[in-house]
């Protein structure tokens, strides 16, 4: 487990501090585990952190707290441990209170309206220090991978086309769904990733129909699509790769279908270069199919942010002006070198199956660089 | 995949709408995915359902039409489907406001900040209708495990009981943390389970004295405790397993250890009954390792309940009286039939290594029956 520098983590830090200076923040409360593990290096699932201007409060519980005195501490600028007594929101309240802060900014994508009241009431009907929604701000830094993320993405992409080459040379007629997935999984962890970063989708026959089917105990047969969807966490980075393939000869439809997708992945991953908007990427995506007829067969968005989370910013979908009142969160940004999507359109047909093609790019300064790389070609088996 | 009975659901649905009535609400929110499933056996990650005395208005995005109206609709009383248009947000706000209810309620812990200010200033100034924050509607229900989850649960620990026996003698010096961890992932899934119910811990040596250490590279050496803590996922449902197995002779303080979880835990166990408060069960086998001067060594709660989440209702930790202002969230509950539970006591001593023992139980008419039963005396490899 590679856990980020000092330098690293107090550049995040100083990212965070900015935002909290420009929104008119004292402190800010970061309960969201991906944004505690970005500012900070820790890896648990429960902890909240303070951040001030001076410190990084560390609220944890005592299964965690030898970890972070060892290996969290020592790297992490600023922090100060905190053990929960007697509980979350109560250590939580007793820190906000107790630092003198007059604004306090918590992540209104993250905190429950449970926690907030609970929060809201223990601060006392004075409201001093007052709670202000804000959000985005760990979300917003993270979207630009620096350059330990940008190599770590490298090396996740390299383990995952040795891992994928390993798993489509292994696909045969008359396995089951659910063994096939048991069978990447595996991979994957022999393969150098610690998880899977999702939960794999073997979808066979009628099943690829459905973009998020769940893998069974369909036995994969003749004249089957078969759609495989997996990816890994390395070093807590999410790698995400899709490839369909056909069991024995597919007929001039299924061919059809796939060189549509093939193309439009092609066209997606060509309009990703840095200053272009990344609707772009969906638009040149989604103009193919709807070229081919397959505008509707089409009914998820283009791709999505990879990072700590497997979807992250930005969304790489249609464009969302005419949306009244919903905030953008992401899909208006405009592509900047070490930003890392996924570029995955499918095509869904009832009877037909489905086809899925998904690759992880990043975004340099000159254009984009795959970070996946198997053999995009349609695979008999 | 075993989708609950309509009878199942509308039993379900009738237990929520009872809730609905007596806390004066016309419709209810439901965003929390387990919850979601618990009410209509969807499985996908993202769905909101609209609980109405008529109805359960079910929304969701292009991803899942497909199944909702092939799987699922076909078992779910009074299911509509909704697609989204343009947005989740946006569509929830549509049913809301046009389905005529004047108090609709939500899920507190489960709804952000964030998404409910938008509903709330969609729904617009007039206030109508009101957004009413409610907590536990489906948890509470969900405590107790009806017949064929309890028949599920019974079918899981037997496939986790046969995991862990080919587990358990496979351990050897000289294997890495994260290749064990691996191997243990591949035979939950070879062995019938979905996917692992949680992270696998493999914590050896001095990472064993870390109740949550994640395996790395680390290599079992002689002399070293090894906490193993695994579990899988049958038709929806999450059991969960720890052994500690000793590389090489243990020495005489890590027998003692060994002794005193194991007997902690029998007295948790022992603890267990219709009729009694959850708490007994902590505080049996906490007694027992305070006796032991092991008290400050356990560090964490004696269990959780288990169902359609890894962690749900009831928390099996210390009587919590004394905390001010803290919802008690399962923790006050009386046990009764049906209530599926882990009893998981530890000890963590730096400098020596850590114990762990966890069974799973079901609470019955009688007392309680052990859904796992892989031996529990110390293993040694």
Redesign the interface.
Known sequence: ?AYPTSDLLAARHASARATMAASGLDAFIVVHPPNVRYLTGF???TAIVVLTPAEAVFIT???????VETVVAPNCPGLRLVKVD??Y??TLARIVSEGGARVVG?E???????????LQ??LGPAGRPALK?V?RVVEAIRVVKDAVEQATFRQAGVLLDAVAADVLASVRAGMRE??L??EI??KL??GGF??PSF?TIVASGPHA??????P?DRVLAAGDLVVLDFGGVHDGYCVDLTRTVSVGEPGPEARRLYAAVAEAQLAGVGAVRPGAPVTNVDEAARGVLERYGLGPAF??ATGHGLGLEIHEEPRVGPR?A??????PAGTDLILEPGVVITVEPGA?V?GLGGVRIEDDVLVTRDGVEWLTHVARELRVV
Request: glycine share 4%; proline share 8%; net charge negative.
């Open positions: 487990m890896t648990g699932s519980d005592g299964r965690y707290t030898t970890t007697p509980n929101d109560a918590f209104a994508a993250h905190m429950s309206v449970k926690r907030f009241d609970w009431a223990a929604a959000d659910c063994d997935a048991a999984d595996y962890r022999r610690e998880k939960d129909a459905m973009p998020h089917a769940r069974d009914s998820h969302r005419d949306i009244p009142g919903v905030p869904y009832p």
